[in-house]
């Protein structure tokens, strides 16, 4: 069923990433791509696989289910369609999409953290048509234009190469069909800075208070130099995604880009 992925692209940042503290990955995004090799990130995120889901609801100040609920409405989804959801997690983006096409469609969520991938199957065991697999999102276990639409939420900057994450998104979907990416964003509005002063200082605080001090703040460094929404949709052009467009949520904290796979060339 894989096939492999282009290799035409460049790989991943060169340079030593800088030294992991307290047992985490340093995390450090760089404007290619996360610093901390794919084997720690996804050790951390198999350590933090069970306080995930209630963490990632303080972190997000409660709105979480809206800003997932936004980005399936955006996939142009409908009944029998087949989505493919990258860096799935506990899968709820997943299993959101599997709500939108419905018994006669198919979702595959893929993870790198085996552990992830082993609370998602275990919460959504009794879904037909809703399947997941632990995998890399830079050598997707997928078909080309096998899928209606590709998403990624809060994933893409732990990726050690922005381009060719959304190059494998692209490859999987058809032509026609749409990538989105939804990611926390740095804005400097007055609405967002108290979203941004909860992120930097309360949630490394509340992963402290949950045994995962060194798993959160690797999670706050993973955002602090995550490349721009601008430069996000010139990498998502880069790899191969046509009229491209974000829009920010919440004041801009965060985003939701949108490309769509062009035709084949002649
Ligand atoms: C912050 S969590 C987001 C999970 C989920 N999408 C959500 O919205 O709750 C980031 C996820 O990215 C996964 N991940 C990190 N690097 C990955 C890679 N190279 N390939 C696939 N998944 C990866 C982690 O294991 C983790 O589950």
Redesign the pocket.
């Known amino acids: 069923m894989t096939e492999p992925r282009p290799d035409a692209l460049p790989s991943a940042p060169s340079g030593t990433p800088p030294a992991a503290t307290s047992g985490a990955p340093s995390g450090a995004a760089t404007e290619r791509g996360?610093a901390a090799p794919?084997s720690e990130?996804?050790a951390?995120?198999?350590d933090i696989?069970r306080v995930?889901?209630p963490m990632?609801l303080l972190s997000s100040v409660f709105q979480?289910p809206r800003w997932?609920r936004r980005r399936v409405a955006m996939t142009g989804l409908g009944p029998g369609g087949r989505a493919l959801?990258?860096?799935?997690?506990?899968?709820?983006?997943?299993a959101d999409l599997h709500d939108r096409v419905g018994p006669t469609g198919q979702v595959l969520?893929?993870?790198?953290?085996a552990?992830?991938i082993d609370v998602a199957r275990r919460q959504f065991a009794d879904r037909t048509g809703l399947g997941f697999q632990v995998?890399?999102?830079?050598a997707?276990p997928t078909e080309s234009a096998a899928f209606d639409a590709a998403?990624?939420?809060?994933?893409m900057?732990?990726?050690?190469d922005y381009r060719l994450?959304f190059a494998e998104m692209a490859r999987s979907v058809r032509p026609g069909g749409r990538v989105l990416c939804?990611e926390i964003a740095r804005p400097r509005s007055r609405s967002a800075r108290f979203l941004r002063w909860w992120f930097d200082r309360i949630v490394p605080l509340i992963g402290r208070l949950a045994g995962q001090g060194s798993a959160y703040g690797y999670?706050v460094r993973?955002v602090q130099a995550y490349p721009a929404p601008d430069r996000i949709a010139e990498i998502m052009r880069e790899a191969g995604l046509a009229d491209v467009t974000w829009q920010g949520m919440s004041g801009g904290i965060v985003t939701i880009h949108v490309g769509i796979v062009p035709p084949p060339e002649p």
Do not use: H
């Not at 998403?151 to 994933?155: D, K, N, P």
């Not at 900057?157 to 050690?160: A, E, G, S, T, V």
């Open positions: 996360n794919s990130v996804g951390m995120f198999d696989a995930y889901d990632n979480e997932r959801d990258v860096a799935t997690g506990t899968g709820k983006v997943a969520g893929v993870d790198l953290s552990g992830m995998g890399d999102a830079l997707l998403t990624i939420a809060f994933g900057r732990n990726l050690p994450g939804l999670l993973s």
